[in-house]
T-cell receptor, first 112, second 112 residues
Framework: GIQVEQSPPDLILQEGANSTLRCNFSDSVNNLQWFHQNPWGQLINLFYIPSGTKQNGRLSATTVATERYSLLYISSSQTTDSGVYFCAVGGEGSGGSYIPTFGRGTSLIVHP | DSGVTQTPKHLITATGQRVTLRCSPRSGDLSVYWYQQSLDQGLQFLIQYYNGEERAKGNILERFSAQQFPDLHSELNLSSLELGDSALYFC???????????FGPGTRLTVL
């Protein structure tokens, strides 16, 4: 199956700093999604981005499918950005289904 | 609030027992996905249903089964529970068979 590696595994920032999270995957994919799991356990969809670049406020993401990686940028980080960021990727299975494989995540702590 | 609801929020049971977890997708979403999150295995895809039919299967044990009903809500049945089944179980939904997934708050299962 597809292997997904996220880096760095842990990240500690001061409020206001910028950061880049990376997701490498071992095979071509048709689906890629970034999630944030907050300290209360809730999984929040950030981007569905199998290719290209998207931006939403202070967050943006870029996926270069041909080189099998995706980047999540967080600018001007805030304490509410703390949590674990997951990348989930998948190809297209039979009948157009999507079987996602998750990375182990990047744990982010933002200090005030 | 993602619009996906899961009940119950917490469940404590004993080994050998059977439990049922329930999920209601967002209004208009036809796909339901089930995931298991544990410390050692991370986030793992279990199974997907689309409009009442099983669409994709991941690392789901034979002791586990699921179904999606005509009103599109889904249930995950876990039987002959073992200590290792203790985990957070998430349900997610999407409009189609692939694309953006929206996660429910999860059910925390503890098997004693």
């Amino acid at each position: 199956g597809i292997q997904v590696e996220q880096s760095p595994p842990d990240l500690i920032l001061q409020e206001g700093a910028n950061s880049t999270l990376r997701c490498n995957f071992s095979d071509s994919v048709n689906n890629l999604q970034w999630f944030h799991q907050n300290p209360w356990g809730q999984l929040i969809n950030l981007f569905y981005i199998p290719s290209g670049t998207k931006q939403n406020g202070r967050l943006s993401a870029t996926t270069v499918a041909t080189e099998r990686y995706s980047l999540l940028y967080i600018s001007s980080s805030q304490t509410t950005d703390s949590g674990v960021y997951f990348c989930a990727v998948g190809g297209e299975g039979s009948g157009g289904s999507y079987i996602p494989t998750f990375g182990r995540g990047t744990s982010l702590i933002v200090h005030p | 609030d993602s619009g996906v609801t899961q009940t119950p929020k917490h469940l404590i049971t004993a080994t050998g027992q059977r439990v049922t977890l329930r999920c209601s997708p967002r209004s208009g979403d036809l796909s339901v996905y089930w995931y298991q999150q544990s410390l050692d295995q991370g986030l793992q895809f279990l199974i997907q249903y689309y409009n009442g039919e099983e669409r994709a299967k991941g690392n789901i044990l034979e002791r586990f089964s699921a179904q999606q009903f005509p009103d599109l809500h889904s249930e995950l049945n876990l039987s002959s529970l073992e200590l290792g089944d203790s985990a957070l179980y998430f349900c997610a939904s999407s409009v189609a068979t692939a694309g953006t997934q929206y996660f429910g708050p999860g059910t925390r299962l503890t098997v004693l």
